[in-house]
């Protein structure tokens, strides 16, 4: 059963509602489309300063992140789901985007360089020290690897570029189940490709580091996708969790 024509829409007209290596582009090349439902990006968010990455990963397309460069998160990331025993590929280093910080630079991921080099990235993206000092907030992905079958494929999704800051609880607990429900129900209902879109919203409160704001906190992750084609019964879905962010003094 085919759906998305009209579900497709209305999932795009949802991430508007929810929102109210790799290659930086301004318009999306023809490879890059392939991760959105008929080519098109989630509307709403034309007149926002945000980057457009083709997430490239050994040689090749993997999907789609529009960044937040003033906030150092993405906004959301949008990929096609692989059918997938939902393990993890454990030995990944974390990565960065050098095309944020250096247009000319290389489109691929790429693991994070010396420190006197580390200062060039950060203006522009995350880095692992926004991290290393929180003691309530983890490295969350929007496009998570249980999600990719191929180990190339998950291992891209080890950018900062993909990553939010959650609560733990939140992300072992409800969006962890959450990520556990969609893996199971595509896999078992979805007969053709299924596009996904995880984003975020942000609450206004930050992650600092030696007193600079560097990391905006979501106060909602959302998740919609849409499968061409599934059996009846189990098609276009969409999802939002609240974080427990919002409960702290950050």
């Not at 059963?1 to 929102?19: D, K, S």
């Not at 906030?71 to 692989?82: D, E, G, L, M, R």
């Not at 025993?85 to 991921?109: C, F, H, I, N």
């Not at 800051?165 to 129900?185: D, M, Y």
């Amino acid at each position: 059963m085919i759906v998305c024509n009209g579900a497709g829409r209305t999932l795009l007209g949802l991430l508007v509602v929810a929102m109210a290596a790799a290659e930086v582009q301004e318009k999306l090349s023809p490879q890059c489309k392939q991760f959105l439902y008929e080519g098109t990006l989630p509307r709403g968010l034309e007149e926002q300063p945000f980057k457009k990455i083709c997430q490239f990963y050994g040689g090749r397309p993997r999907f789609v992140t529009l960044y937040d460069t003033a906030n150092h998160i993405p906004v959301y990331s949008a990929y096609t789901f692989k059918r997938s025993d939902g393990s993890k590929k454990v030995d990944v280093p974390w990565m960065y985007e050098p095309q944020l910080s250096t247009a000319s630079d290389s489109r691929e991921m790429q693991q994070f360089p010396t420190e006197k080099a580390r200062r060039n990235v950060e203006d522009a993206q995350a880095v692992l020290d926004d991290y290393s000092d929180s003691v309530i907030f983890e490295r969350g992905q929007l496009n998570p690897d249980e999600h990719q079958a191929e180990p190339n494929d998950k291992a891209s999704t080890y950018t900062l570029t993909n990553v939010v800051p959650q609560v733990r609880e939140f992300n072992v607990g409800p969006w962890k189940t959450h990520e556990h429900t969609i893996r199971k129900r595509l896999n078992n209902y979805c007969r053709g490709t299924a596009y996904v879109v995880t984003g975020v919203t942000t609450s206004g409160h930050t992650i600092r580091r030696d007193n600079i704001n560097r990391l905006g906190i979501p106060s909602y992750l959302w998740s919609a996708y849409c499968c061409i084609d599934f059996e009846m019964g189990h098609g276009s879905f969409a999802f939002s969790g609240l974080t427990l962010s919002i409960r702290f003094n950050i």
